[in-house]
């Protein structure tokens, strides 16, 4: 079945640097768009989310890229610090009308100081 | 205070007996949901419910199962059924209110069944 998959499973950077996470999906008839940070042992938490009819959104020292055309997600992270660490995980609504959500297998970020 | 609680945080259990997570929300959410979590992988949807009373298969549901009687309680069973049950379980509820698909997440429930 079509679902939400990542390039990257593991990103390394340094203190400071800005960070990018990518997402790949393949249903064409999701029309939103959600990511989660996950630290060790917790459940996850929302970071930023963003519509189909949006190519950008911004948070704090976050932005979410939507391409549909290639059907691609990142999240930008700037200015990365130690307290990002975690796992970034990116899920969609497939537009049928129903609350679920599928998941990415998830990118382990590294951030050292 | 308003979220989503997990109990127990850690659950231990015999093969082949029955075992039951708890999850509470006082967020007013019409939506519950119920994940698992193996290690280094994503989220799977084992049930969810949109509507008390109401609830749907997600893609892992052999060898669990679900009730919803109230609104702010979503129970799962991890039966005897199911085949490999160690893992980390987490609940969510959501409200999609909004335009947002959001999920509220639960601090999680690590079963290990030996």
């Known amino acids: 079945g079509e679902s939400v998959g990542l390039h990257l499973p593991t990103l390394s950077v340094q203190e400071g640097d800005n960070s990018i996470i990518n997402c790949a999906y393949s249903?064409?008839?999701?029309?939103?768009f959600i990511w989660y940070k996950q630290e060790s042992g917790k459940g996850p938490q929302f970071i930023i989310d963003i519509r189909s009819n949006m190519d950008k959104r911004q948070g704090q020292r976050v932005t979410v890229l939507l391409n549909k055309t290639v059907k691609h997600l990142s999240l930008q992270i700037a200015a990365t610090q130690p307290g990002d660490s975690a796992v970034y995980f990116c899920?969609?609504?497939?537009?049928?009308?129903?609350?679920?959500?599928?998941f990415g297998k998830g990118t382990m970020l590294l951030v050292s100081p | 205070d308003g979220g989503i609680t997990q109990s127990p945080k850690y659950l231990f259990r015999k093969e082949g007996q029955n075992v039951t997570l708890s999850c509470e929300q006082n967020l007013n959410h019409d939506a519950m949901y119920w994940y698992r979590q193996d290690p280094g992988q994503g989220l799977r949807l084992i049930y969810y419910s949109q509507i008390v009373n109401d609830f749907q298969k997600g893609d892992i549901a052999e060898g669990y199962s679900v009730s919803r009687e109230k609104k702010e309680s979503f129970p799962l069973t991890v039966t005897s059924a199911q085949k490999n049950p160690t893992a980390f379980y987490l609940c969510?509820?959501?409200?999609?209110?909004?335009?947002?698909?959001?999920?509220?997440f639960g601090p999680g429930t690590r079963l290990t069944v030996t």
């Open positions: 249903n064409s008839a999701s029309d939103y």
């Open positions: 969510a509820s959501s409200s999609w209110t909004g335009g947002s698909y959001e999920q509220y």
């Open positions: 899920a969609e609504n497939d537009g049928s009308g129903y609350s679920t959500l599928t």
